[in-house]
């Protein structure tokens, strides 16, 4: 109703939520507790992002860090050392790329995340670089330079293939074959009967549950 709220994700054995520029993490395995007067590192995790036009966090990712979607930027969460939990007091935030998300969600494959960005119409991957010591962004849709139509809702298929499932604005169904290991990137688009695109979107409901 007041649009609070607008993600929300597991991550390191805590339940977090965010809306606005806030970002909550509960007390460690106290997924009901957010408690700031407990001290020490099991406390509860509440910041803000503190830098930036941010309207909304639109979505929460939770990949080898947890990364926050934003209209401007994706950002990693960080501690001193990337394999040291969060604490309240070893708690960072960082932009890990400055392409901006849109409010549709992301999906996870394995450690990479799959998002829109703001423009509605690009697909990008969020990988881990070790060169550069955090999540790095890159583009999905170069062989398709010319959509025409906005991404509307995303859905993975693991198998038998991996396979990104794209409901688009005009019903259809845009399906990325994407095998990494093999550096597999195919597009191909199918076209369901009906008025409104009503079975491109339960395809891509039956796959989210």
């Not at 977090?16 to 509960?26: E, K, L, M, N, T």
């Not at 860090?65 to 990337?82: A, C, D, M, P, Y």
């Not at 906005?150 to 396979?163: C, E, G, I, Y």
């Not at 990104?164 to 009967?193: A, N, Q, R």
Request: aromatic letters at 10%; a neutral charge; hydrophobic letters at 40%.
């Amino acid at each position: 109703k007041y649009g609070f709220p607008t993600s929300v994700a597991l991550f390191e054995g805590r339940l977090w939520w965010a809306g606005h520029d806030r970002v909550y993490g509960s007390v460690s395995d106290a997924y009901e507790s957010y408690d700031v007067t407990l001290e020490g590192a099991a406390g509860s995790i509440q910041r803000s992002i503190g830098y930036g036009p941010v309207e909304e966090i639109a979505w929460l990712l939770p990949l080898m860090r947890l990364i926050l979607g934003t209209g401007n930027s994706e950002i990693s969460t960080r501690s001193s050392s990337f394999d040291e939990p969060l604490s309240p007091t070893n708690f960072g935030l960082k932009d890990a790329s400055t392409q901006g998300v849109s409010l549709i969600a992301a999906v996870k494959i394995d450690g990479r995340g799959i998002f829109v960005t703001r423009s509605g119409r690009r697909l990008y991957q969020l990988l881990f670089s070790v060169e550069a010591g955090d999540y790095t962004a890159n583009v999905l849709t170069a062989l398709l330079p010319d959509l025409g139509v906005s991404f509307v809702k995303l859905a993975v298929q693991r198998h038998p293939d991996t396979r990104v499932h794209c409901v688009m604005s005009d019903g259809s169904v845009m399906i990325l074959l994407f095998e990494p290991s093999e550096e597999v990137i195919c597009w191909y688009k199918v076209v369901h009967g009906g008025r409104g695109g009503g079975k491109s979107q339960s395809v891509a409901r039956a796959l989210l549950l």
